[in-house]
């Protein structure tokens, strides 16, 4: 605590922190060092089994350096060029379907953020109610097949362009924003779109890039969509691939390649399938970190 006197001798005092201050501060030091040693230990456990040997790893004995050293399935996977054109498609996959759920997300959530809309309350209704319900799997199959859109990219980008999550979040940011800046953007002949463009989104740095964090992961990690739309193995991302492969491994591997590589294969390959789905995703998150925060803590109280 500070206190402060005015006047000819004003002099500041400072005091040294309270008793159950220091014990919250210890408690509170304890705790969120255990949280971050819950959290750390199976991420560095994964790798440490991923660079492991396939006796150390099924007798237990690999907990977070690896054991019997061993890189036999990265080059299995490295060595095969169908990984690098899976991985290809998985990056283009993510950017292209991100910045179409961004796109009309925004749009979207734009909209909504009108009060005075008309109509505006069954708009906020048909987004919330596909939260609940879904038209279910054949008929999303046989929808996606009718409309062409099999084997494309718009049947992985389409059907999960806007998440109702992600859609209030960002209403809910464009509510939050004083009214006189879009009213001013008007009295300077700015048409919506152009408000939109030029005054609402720069301000809305943190809630994008939370989103397209948001969006970015959910496409990375998607494998579904791809493995029930697509036959064609070229078209297939990194994640139907790594699938295809553990299968492959868990069954006895592909006719081509050795038994002791397959057996070591078969051992591991969930942690490296994990470690480079994983990679991309842990690499592009320092970068957004800074508006992660501002941007999830939307709903905080305002001073």
């Given at each position: 605590m500070v206190s402060i006197e005015t006047g000819p001798r004003a002099a500041t005092t400072v005091t040294s922190p309270t008793r159950g201050y220091r014990v919250f501060q210890g408690v509170n030091a304890v705790i969120l060092t255990l949280v971050v040693a819950?959290?750390?230990?199976?991420?560095?456990?994964?790798?440490?089994?991923?660079?492991?040997?396939?006796?150390?790893?099924?007798?237990?004995?690999?907990?977070?350096?690896?054991?019997?050293?061993?890189?036999?399935?990265?080059?299995?996977?490295?060595?095969?060029?169908?990984?690098?054109?899976?991985?290809?498609?998985?990056?283009?996959?993510t950017v292209l379907s991100t910045a179409v759920a961004m796109a009309l997300t925004t749009i979207y959530a734009y909209v909504l953020s009108k009060k005075d809309l008309r109509g505006r309350t069954f708009l906020v209704g048909i987004a919330v109610f596909t939260m609940f319900f879904s038209g279910g799997l054949i008929p999303n199959y046989v929808l996606i097949t009718s409309l062409g859109l099999k084997n494309s990219i718009w049947a992985i980008a389409l059907p999960n362009a806007i998440s109702v999550f992600n859609l209030l979040v960002m209403k809910a940011f464009f509510e939050n924003m004083p009214a006189e800046l879009e009213e001013a953007a008007q009295i300077d002949g700015l048409s919506t779109y152009g408000t939109l463009l030029r005054i609402v989104l720069p301000l809305s740095k943190a809630v994008i890039a939370t989103m397209v964090l948001f969006y970015s992961v959910s496409f990375w990690n998607s494998w579904f969509s791809a493995f029930l739309y697509m036959d064609r193995a070229d078209l297939m991302p990194v994640t139907v691939y790594l699938r295809n492969l553990i299968a492959g491994a868990t069954e006895g591997g592909n006719a081509g390649a050795a038994a002791d590589q397959l057996t070591q294969a078969a051992a591991n390959i969930q942690s490296v399938t994990i470690v480079l789905t994983a990679l991309p995703i842990l690499a592009v998150y320092p970068f957004v970190q800074r508006y992660f925060v501002s941007g999830v803590m939307l709903g905080a109280v305002k001073g």
């Open positions: 819950v959290t750390l230990y199976p991420i560095i456990n994964i790798v440490a089994r991923s660079f492991s040997g396939e006796r150390q790893i099924r007798a237990g004995e690999v907990t977070l350096w690896p054991k019997g050293f061993n890189l036999t399935t990265y080059k299995i996977v490295f060595q095969d060029g169908t990984f690098w054109r899976s991985y290809g498609n998985t990056v283009l996959y």
